[in-house]
């Protein structure tokens, strides 16, 4: 049986849940405001279980708040009443409804995870993990229709806050079991934001662990995604086929130099850490550029103190973050980097220090998700290509414990994050078909 | 008859002066924290004031704020009761007594100006400002112990906020009729403090003008100040002749570029605001070191936005401020750095946007006032060397309206705005010294 799945189904989805968080720019882009646990993301998330609930699917919330609908193991058929939706309330706190029935499946029976994120950075995108969900949930019903038996669960999972406005992929790696004590502690978006996201959707700090599932429950992971980059678009090529994801290092850098009088200390003897700090920002991207090929490196912020027009600069700090497809190059490229700052830090007789701001390690995606993911862009005749990711996703933090394969979509001139991120809807059907053959490829187990 | 001036009385008050606002850093440093019209600093000026009148000299707060001591033409006998000093508060405004009582001078009778400043940076040091003003009133005090009879008045003026806290050179500026009302409607610390310290010193905004003197009214003015630079103290010279005080010139300057995934952007197709920021900054400072001897820049604060460290800064401003010592060369200076911002935004894709911040015409010393230094040095056998200051002062304020003169003594180690700034003691005595004796060639019409 060849299946596709409803254009016309996945498209009302689409326009329904970009209205949640709706907003437009002075150019008439529309996009879509959701961080992570703010009213508008909970929102979405809600809805996304009532269009599953709708559909007959069982849905679920676990410990760290990931959204899920499930199509059981053995047949599209599922138990007559939808299971009721958990209420979000501060006082009533969701039940993890893991346990599977053992009337439907034995409970050995694995899952393969089909999914993304609801949420957005702030005035975001409208396609940016939206799609990759509402294809997850379109793929299930696509099977449940056909009545299609299949030897695992489906799940269409939501994945909790992988932009990180708070604690990024804190849903993908609570399911891991790699969420870190350390980002909770110190969340990117501080800790009273974290406070307030979690009880606002009525989650437990101290429970989000519980969210951890067994490597031996899971089947694999499939993702469906824009690629948020240039490439596939200016190939004219439709279906990327992730091969890693690029592993990220971030460092605060501060020089230090010192802070002296602008107008009397001579040019020649002056200790500018500012010119430390761009100096280094100079020939970082000179050294990515003539000896990292498919690395990149970027300097996203930079402050003088004390600051003023008349004052040389004591102190330089910068925010650094560099990327690197596997983990061989990302070691050689922070030596090389640090190395670099050491030697201009020398030249200019500044200190310099260093503290590190954490990362991810680069994730080599599954050979079999990328191999089935192939064919099933074969099987609808759409070309593809092999390509890294740039950017983070919830197939990181899956990627150790589970096969894991990410499915890419051309972007309309590579740009996300933005109002003007755009993709052609034909292009989000294609990637939504290849989804669902890559994941009946997937299902059949060894 | 060869005069000195009173090293004891001098270092008297130095000491008194320095207990004023006065903190230590970690190191034992001893500085003082005098902003513009802060407490302390309306503290210092009424104990400036006080020893002036026990001096038997007559006192005088002008309408912003200028405290003086003044010594007639004349005679050095004073009218036998001292003028009472004025009450600082905000209901009795300083009554400004300019009127020269008929019976002492006739009123043509020009006033030599010597002076400076004791508004202080925030946490500055001891010498800065307080130094100049405390040797004219020595000189005041020398000459009417002398009983000297000089055909001008001798004033000893401390201006108002010399330093910006407020306004730079705002006393003085008001003095030369060169106080702006731009200045006044932007103050470098922002409106509130402006009128908070105004109100706190009894002054009325509408009536700084009234300050401003007939330049015919004027025989000259010489200041002493330390370097505040490390050349007198590396040549081991006793004094500074200045020849003139650099111009200073200062812009925002905003590169724009577009803000982008730090992640799926190729490198080589980024338009990175914050990399053109950086390539200005490195190739300004090697212009200037290359092209533009005696001349200074500086980058004294970078910002991007929107700031993150997986994000390519769309916008990056910088704070540049450049110092020439003559209008031709700052003006030169100016063309080369607007010139090369230019082709730094052409070579990265990016938009240039020039916010001009103000700044000040280059003042060069009256030829007059110099060689009176330099012959008052000469007399001392001091070593005296000519130099131009990279720092403003208040006779920039005053040289376009009277002959004007600085006398310099040795910073330690160039260093100033600090608790860390120090002249020697005897270096001190040596510039009041110089200050009396040039005042005395000044005083000498022709």
Redesign the interface.
Known sequence: MTLFINPDRLQADFDALSAIGAFEDAEGNRGVNRPALSPAHLQARAWFLARAAQAGLETRIDAAGNHSAILRAGTGVQPNAPTPLPTHSHASRPTPTSAVPPTLAPPHTPTLLLGSHLDSVPDGGRFDGALGVLAALEALRTVKDAGLSLPVDLEAIDFTDEEGTLVGELGSGALAGSLALEALQKPRGGRQRLEEGLARAGLDEQRLGQARRDPASLAGYLELHI????RLARSAIAIGVVSGI?G?T?YQMMFRGAA??????????RR?A??G???F??TA?EL??RDYDG??????????EP???????GLAEL???F?APDAKRLGELEDALLTLAGMVARQYGLGLDLEP?GGCAPAPMSERAQAAIAAAADSLALTHMRLH????HDAQALAPVTPAGMIFIPSRE????SPREFSDWQACVDGGNVLLRAALKMAERD
């Open positions: 690629e948020q980059g240039p690029v990220i971030s002296n009088h602008a107008g009397t200390t001579p040019m020649d003897e500018d500012g010119i700090a761009a100096t920002a100079i991207r990515v550029l690395c990149a490196v970027n300097i996203g912020q930079m402050h003088f600051g003023a027009y008349n004052i040389i600069p925010a650094l973050e990327r701001k990711s740039g950017a983070g590579g740009i996300s994050h």
